[in-house]
């Protein structure tokens, strides 16, 4: 499986950027979709998950900000970022698994990453 993401760029506290993933190769196993970010010093993290069911997971600190969704006609998955923060800041990962749970450990496959800036 390959993971293309794009979507990332600078933008100005309280904008929004939509990111996004379009996975290619053996797909079939898939049974969530998620996205991390890491910024400098700092572990790797949750930030929303998707799953065939349609079930959502997001981390505390983007709940009502952030929302994931999926194409899966495209077999692409999106994050729209709204309010953004210089907290926000950080290299945006997206992630595929086959065991359907969202942690770090459960990914079979990543992307590059994106950059995500937002500026005060």
């Known amino acids: 499986v390959q993971l293309q993401a794009s979507g990332g760029g600078l933008v100005q506290s309280g904008g929004s950027l939509k990111l996004s993933c379009t996975a290619s190769?053996?797909?079939?196993?898939?049974?969530?979709r998620a996205w991390f970010r890491q910024s400098p010093g700092r572990k790797r993290e949750l930030v929303a998950s998707l799953t065939n069911f349609g079930r959502t997971n997001y981390a505390d600190s983007v709940k009502g900000r952030f929302t994931i969704s999926g194409d899966n006609a495209k077999n692409t998955v999106y994050l729209q970022m709204n309010s953004l923060k210089p907290e926000d800041t950080a290299v945006y990962y997206c992630?595929?698994?086959?065991?359907?749970?969202?942690?770090?450990?459960?990914?079979?496959?990543w992307g590059k990453g994106t950059q995500v800036t937002v500026s005060s």
């Open positions: 190769g053996r797909i079939g196993d898939i049974n969530v």
């Open positions: 992630a595929v698994g086959a065991t359907g749970r969202s942690s770090r450990g459960n990914m079979d496959y």
